[in-house]
T-cell receptor
Framework: NAGVTQTPKFQVLKTGQSMTLQCAQD?????MSWYRQDPGMGLRLIHY???????DQGEVPNGYNVSRSTTEDFPLRLLSAAPSQTSVYFC???????????FGEGSWLTVV | AQTVTQSQPEMSVQEAETVTLSCTYD???????LFWYKQPPSRQMILVIR??????QNATENRFSVNFQKAAKSFSLKISDSQLGDTAMYFC????????????FGKGTKLTVNP
């Protein structure tokens, strides 16, 4: 049971480039979400999904795009990377009746 | 909007002693969940303990316990018999009941356990 798996773990991008952070979970969880963590801050919600085909915006959605075509996968797309998107990104999931939110190990993204 | 405040940016404690981390929150909701997450240097987010607001009994997990004061909107974490492995950032988080996925986090408290 791998839990929540994020790839890549480290990435350096140039301003204006696009990329996708991958997130997969093998727990058949309905809810999945993406957070970012900046220095001196707690995690802030970017986008979330309550099931396949359903997504919604969180607190800081600008510059990011998501889709949920399967229960297992919830990729986060940066359409045109900016230095302000340098951060650590966490994917998370939980089951419909579960209280515990499981986090991936994080993806370190640097935009230069 | 809900907010979570951790007023202690950094704390330190001697090994084997007890330390309490503070957390206050603001909400107009009556039903919600509160969490403490530990983030060691590896950056992995690890759930330490959770509390359902409708439960009056304070949650306990081994050496970790909370003091939940609903009227005061306070949710402190007590770590007993501190161990070197407890050194980490600790985040308090709030979640409304009813399927909302938004966890609102405080800014964290950096705890150092000294030998």
């Amino acid at each position: 049971n791998a839990g929540v798996t994020q790839t890549p773990k480290f990435q350096v991008l140039k301003t204006g480039q696009s990329m996708t952070l991958q997130c997969a979970q093998d727990m058949n969880h309905e809810y999945m979400s993406w957070y970012r963590q900046d220095p001196g801050m707690g995690l802030r919600l970017i986008h979330y999904s309550v099931g396949a085909g359903i997504t919604d915006q969180g607190e800081v959605p600008n510059g990011y795009n998501v889709s949920r075509s399967t229960t297992e996968d919830f990729p986060l797309r940066l359409l045109s990377a900016a230095p302000s998107q340098t951060s650590v990104y966490f994917c998370a999931s939980r089951g419909y009746r579960g209280l515990t939110i499981y986090f991936g190990e994080g993806s370190w993204l640097t935009v230069v | 909007a809900q907010t979570v405040t951790q007023s202690q940016p950094e704390m330190s404690v001697q090994e084997a002693e007890t330390v309490t981390l503070s957390c206050t929150y603001d909400t107009s909701e009556n039903n919600y969940y509160l969490f403490w997450y530990k983030q060691p240097p590896s950056r992995q987010m690890i759930l330490v303990i959770r509390q359902e607001a409708y439960k009056q009994q304070n949650a306990t997990e081994n050496r970790f316990s909370v003091n939940f004061q609903k009227a005061a909107k306070s949710f402190s974490l007590k770590i007993s018999d501190s161990q070197l492995g407890d050194t980490a950032m600790y985040f308090c988080a709030f979640q409304t009941q009813g399927g909302s996925e938004k966890l609102v986090f405080g800014k964290g408290t950096k705890l150092t356990v000294n030998p």
